[in-house]
């Protein structure tokens, strides 16, 4: 079933809201809530529910899980932090017992520009992988299929927003192999930031108005050029302001303006930084803060 859940205006303070002639035209088909599906259509996007159980579905065998978008020209979803504007996609499961799901991995987002506005996130095609853990209560007895339902949220984009969201159910064969979908899981296996190992060399710190970064353990090739940052944590840094950033011997260094408005500062700051189309995330320690009575978080549509 696919419904559109609250308006843009009530989501979207800061960013354009949907024209009225538009609202009147977007009317959802809902889906019949007796045949089930693996797939959301809307005038906007297709999403699929799609999984990859190469050895079927047992202890200790991988799983994935995940959710397909093929976005039409000029839209876009977005990514976990989603920029100056947005909000995230948000998937909520229902699996059986003895199956547990995992946060979603990320892949690599690329920025768009909105006016004096940068957002996070992804149009074309992209699939948001979640590994899932099998454990020993998983008990589908002579069953030969489960039943894996989810039920997601996002928020589609161009330069109006409007939310959508849509209950999805796909069965999933216990003991034959699910591979229709490799090479999209192998392709977002292969988008996913790379981690870094924790470096003494790594660390974020709060200096005045600014939030100074070192990250050491990056691959040699990527020395001596810029690179783009991505914080995890939104409304930290000033996601569309001018920052600086160089590197001294094996250290890649950045000064990041911090939002004017933000909540308490976090323990830890994880970025993604990117080049070339491939990521690699440095997971830093925080040194510094300030007092979370000091400023309020931004309202970010």
């Given at each position: 079933?696919?419904?559109?859940?609250?308006?843009?205006?009530?989501?979207?303070?800061?960013?354009?809201?949907?024209?009225?002639?538009?609202?009147?035209?977007?009317?959802?088909?809902?889906?019949?809530?007796?045949?089930?599906?693996?797939?959301v259509v809307t005038p906007h996007v297709r999403a699929e529910l799609v999984a990859h159980a190469p050895e079927g579905i047992a202890v200790g065998?991988?799983?994935?899980?995940?959710?397909?978008?093929?976005?039409?020209?000029?839209?876009?979803?977005?990514?976990?932090?989603?920029?100056?504007?947005?909000?995230?996609?948000?998937?909520?499961?229902?699996?059986?017992?003895?199956?547990?799901?995992?946060?979603?991995?990320?892949?690599?987002?690329?920025?768009?520009?909105?006016?004096?506005?940068?957002?996070?996130?992804?149009?074309?095609?992209?699939?948001?992988?979640?590994?899932?853990?099998?454990?020993?209560?998983?008990?589908?007895?002579?069953?030969?299929?489960?039943?894996?339902?989810?039920?997601?949220?996002?928020?589609?984009?161009?330069?109006?927003?409007?939310?959508?969201?849509?209950?999805?159910?796909?069965?999933?064969?216990?003991?034959?192999?699910?591979?229709?979908?490799?090479?999209?899981?192998?392709?977002?296996?292969k988008a996913m930031p790379q981690p870094l190992p924790n470096s003494a060399g790594s660390m974020a710190r709060v200096n005045g108005a600014h939030?100074?970064?070192?990250?050491?353990?990056?691959?040699?090739?990527?020395?001596?050029?810029?690179?783009?940052?991505?914080?995890?944590?939104?409304?930290?840094?000033?996601?569309?302001?001018?920052?600086?950033?160089?590197?001294?011997?094996?250290?890649?260094?950045?000064?990041?303006?911090?939002?004017?408005?933000?909540?308490?500062?976090?323990?830890?700051?994880?970025?993604?930084?990117?080049?070339?189309?491939?990521?690699?995330?440095?997971?830093?320690?925080m040194q510094g803060g300030w007092a979370s009575s000091a400023a309020q978080g931004t309202s970010r549509p």
């Amino acid at each position: 079933m696919l419904r559109s859940f609250v308006s843009a205006a009530a989501l979207l303070p800061a960013i354009a809201l949907l024209p009225m002639q538009a609202a009147a035209q977007f009317n959802l088909q809902k889906q019949d809530a007796s045949r089930p599906s693996n797939q959301v259509v809307t005038p906007h996007v297709r999403a699929e529910l799609v999984a990859h159980a190469p050895e079927g579905i047992a202890v200790g065998k991988p799983l994935w899980l995940g959710l397909t978008f093929a976005h039409q020209p000029e839209w876009h979803t977005y990514w976990t932090n989603p920029g100056d504007a947005g909000l995230p996609t948000e998937l909520a499961w229902r699996l059986p017992q003895g199956m547990e799901a995992g946060a979603i991995a990320w892949p690599l987002p690329r920025r768009f520009p909105l006016g004096k506005l940068v957002n996070y996130g992804y149009d074309g095609f992209v699939l948001l992988p979640v590994p899932v853990s099998i454990s020993s209560s998983f008990s589908p007895g002579q069953a030969a299929e489960v039943d894996v339902k989810l039920h997601a949220t996002w928020l589609m984009c161009r330069k109006e927003c409007i939310p959508e969201e849509g209950d999805f159910v796909l069965k999933l064969p216990v003991r034959a192999p699910t591979v229709a979908h490799a090479e999209a899981f192998a392709a977002a296996a292969k988008a996913m930031p790379q981690p870094l190992p924790n470096s003494a060399g790594s660390m974020a710190r709060v200096n005045g108005a600014h939030l100074e970064v070192e990250v050491a353990g990056l691959p040699t090739e990527l020395r001596g050029k810029d690179l783009e940052v991505f914080s995890e944590v939104p409304g930290v840094v000033e996601t569309a302001a001018l920052s600086s950033q160089r590197w001294q011997g094996k250290v890649w260094t950045a000064r990041l303006p911090l939002a004017a408005q933000r909540s308490a500062s976090p323990s830890r700051m994880p970025f993604v930084l990117a080049h070339g189309g491939k990521g690699w995330r440095a997971d830093l320690g925080m040194q510094g803060g300030w007092a979370s009575s000091a400023a309020q978080g931004t309202s970010r549509p």
